[in-house]
């Protein structure tokens, strides 16, 4: 084949001349780089490859990282891990092996993603996330995500939805935007965990400053997702502290509190044991469904909370629902959805709650995690993005909370460097917008 046909055959020749009048136009100063910017853009991008390897979350405890290559670049995604898993999540796939990382590596994840998923998305479009993540549970075969593992998954997942929105040329929050079919954005409330609790903390605090004058200096020692961790040993003790704290910050009006129970941890059978951190207990701490009702109530109406996560078991359902229809609070689901859409839609029909915590590694791909969230805003619930207790420098939920428009953030403390990447991501949203940007504020539960 000459020249002249290769050119002929691939429209090379209209190409470059566009490309040559774009650069005359631009009265650019370096014609060879504008033009090869030029050619760059005018070729759809495809996926090329895609390579995970193992990296460490924020506990040391290993986890996925994936490249995904284009045409046009490389774009780097993590997937979250949390510190316990339910039976109606995705599953991550862990080596088992407990001569190394005590079982936790997660070699098998990243040899699916490097051997088998790499190869069913290569020539695929980057922006097509719907098609992307689709092959990839169809690659998988399994109602949960088993075979490849959510952690491979998501991480491709993400990874591909950075690359569509570089394709497109448009910030990521946007694409996701685009890909929920949402045309306004905004910027979330962050819901800052201050004091840590549960299986998040080692003091004997069973749910989840001012502190060093108390308890000194090592009373300011951080569980995982950075909230102090004290040696509180009950909740209105906890409580206290914060309601002083909020006082001498002088902006009463503006901070509230919510509190992140996880019933689910210290339930057995239909009580819920207070005491159960407590070396020395004295087994006169048990409470029935009612008696929790009850205690919420009380600390309602003493402190300003505005929000309660799982305030009972996972299959609680009717003290859920009963305490949802009190209308006290905002009821988030966390555990007892697990972002599952089956509890949702069960949760909905039965208005066992009234808000959504979102955690993308419980459902494994974004448009999964669109399609969890667009059940609950069809509901007239509110939505929380949710960060995980073993998170990464990665900063996708923070556009992943623009984009989707929930409204409400929780991504952990603000000292610690990987929920700083998500805060510090909101900030430089909010900068990009300029004077679109819109602060939810009192709206948190109505966006």
Known sequence: MSVQEYLDKHT??????????????????????????????????????????????????????????????????????????????????????????????????????????????????????????????????????????????????????KAGAAEKEVPLYKHIADLAGKTNYNLPVPVFTLISGGKHAWNNLAIQAVITERYGSHGCNVGEDGGFAPNISSLKEGLEFVK???????????????????????????????????????????????????????????????SIEDPFDK?????????????????????????????????????????????VNQVGTITEAIEAVKLAKDANWSVV?????GESEDSFLADLAVGLATGQIKAGAPCRGERLAKYNQLLRIEEELGDQAFYVGDDWRHC
């Open 12 to 161: 090379l020749s209209r190409k470059i001349e566009d490309a040559v009048n774009a650069a005359v136009r631009a009265k650019t100063p370096d014609p060879v780089l504008f033009i090869s910017n030029h050619m760059k853009k005018s070729v759809p991008s495809v996926i090329t490859k895609v390579k995970a390897r193992q990296i460490l979350d924020s506990r040391g405890i290993p986890t996925v990282e994936v490249d995904l290559y284009t045409n046009k670049g490389v774009f780097r995604a993590s997937a979250p891990s949390g510190s316990s898993s339910g039976m109606y999540e995705a599953i991550e796939l862990r080596d088992g092996d407990k001569g190394t990382y005590l079982g936790n590596g997660v070699s098998r994840a990243v040899k699916n993603v490097n051997e088998k998923i790499s190869e069913a998305l290569i020539g695929m479009d980057p922006t097509l996330q719907v098609q992307i993540d689709q092959a990839m549970i169809d690659l998988d075969k399994t109602e949960k995500k088993g075979e490849l593992g959510a952690n491979a998954i998501l991480a491709v997942s993400m990874a591909a939805c």
């Open 244 to 306: 002083e704290a909020i006082g001498r910050t002088g902006y009463n009006e503006k901070i509230k509190i919510a509190l992140g129970v996880a019933a689910t941890e210290f339930c057995i059978g239909t009580k819920y044991d207070l005491d159960y951190k407590s070396a020395n207990k004295s087994g006169q701490n048990f409470k029935s469904g009612e008696d929790m009702i009850d205690m919420y109530k009380e600390l309602c109406e003493a402190y300003p909370i505005v």
């Open 315 to 359: 299959e609680d359902w009717e003290h859920s629902k009963y305490f949802t229809s009190l209308g006290l609070c905002q009821v988030v689901g966390d555990d007892l959805l697990m972002s599952n859409p089956k509890r949702i839609e069960r949760a909905v029909q039965e208005s066992a709650c009234n808000s959504l915590m979102l955690k």
């Open 385 to 389: 993005i949710s960060q995980r207790s």
